[in-house]
DNA sequence: AAGTTTATACGAAACATTTCGTAAGTCAAA
DNA sequence: TTTGACTTACGAAATGTTTCGTATAAACTT
């Protein structure tokens, strides 16, 4: 099927998307057994799920074989800047600035975190000279 | 009417929300109207969605008058938290630092927002001290 | 080969979200 | 006082999301 625009992944979407992601292309059995130790899912529920998904163009797969194997089919940093500029959009009315300071005063990062922020911040600044 | 938990917006509820967090207490026909700016948006399109965030305690409403005027029943930023965490969850898997970087590096933050958050940064280190 | 387990497909129920039509009341102007 | 504009309340259609039962086929076990 082809897609002109690939929709934004529910919760639920996003959640499988996080298990391919970390673990690469995998049956709905593996997938369900690893939402399973979340919570509470029968099995037809993820397959359902990633037959939508694959409907909507968010994973491939391979169905050469009898078990399926999906894939995702998008990189995981490409999915996070889209949603992220929309996250950024609703939620600070566009400002990435806010947001980052919000981000940075109230979650702990360890030292060595924000030295690694703060070398990045040093390196967009030298690009702008 | 009570409520143990506050439920998330969605995203029309907090397109509402943003129009009050910047305008304050607002009658329907005052959000509607510039709800209507943006998008194609019928009248009691807009009273229904406000009545349905006064049943989840998004907002509060004062109805002493024909008119009702709402308002927003938290704070801009209390709000930004919340989903903030609740992104960084779902979408960088918890890394707030993560999440930080990408929007860094993608998002164009002038240099006088750069050394903002280089402050901040600082600022926070000499805290771990 | 028969029975058990495992797989996909599909329909549909349950639930949530978004949208709007219609009814009924209030207010002000003609 | 009648008309018209404006208001809230409410029901319900339209759409999207989540969940699972059932049917059917394939593969494995004994």
């Known amino acids: 099927m082809s897609h002109s625009q690939i929709p934004r992944p529910t919760d639920s979407e996003l959640e499988i998307m996080q298990i391919l992601w970390q673990h690469g292309p995998a049956s709905v059995r593996f997938v369900n057994d690893l939402l399973s130790e979340k919570r509470d899912v029968g099995y037809t529920t993820t397959l359902k799920l990633l037959q939508i998904m694959y409907e909507k163009g968010l994973v491939t797969r391979d169905d050469t074989n009898r078990t399926h194997v999906y894939q995702a089919a998008f990189k995981e940093s490409d999915m996070q800047q889209r949603l992220l500029d929309q996250f950024v959009d609703t939620a600070f009315r566009g400002s990435a600035v806010k947001m980052?300071?919000?981000?940075?005063?109230?979650?702990r990062a360890s030292r060595a975190e924000l030295d690694e922020i703060k070398a990045l911040i040093e390196k967009l600044e030298k690009d702008k000279e």
């Open 100 to 107: 980052v300071m919000q981000a940075l005063g109230n979650h």
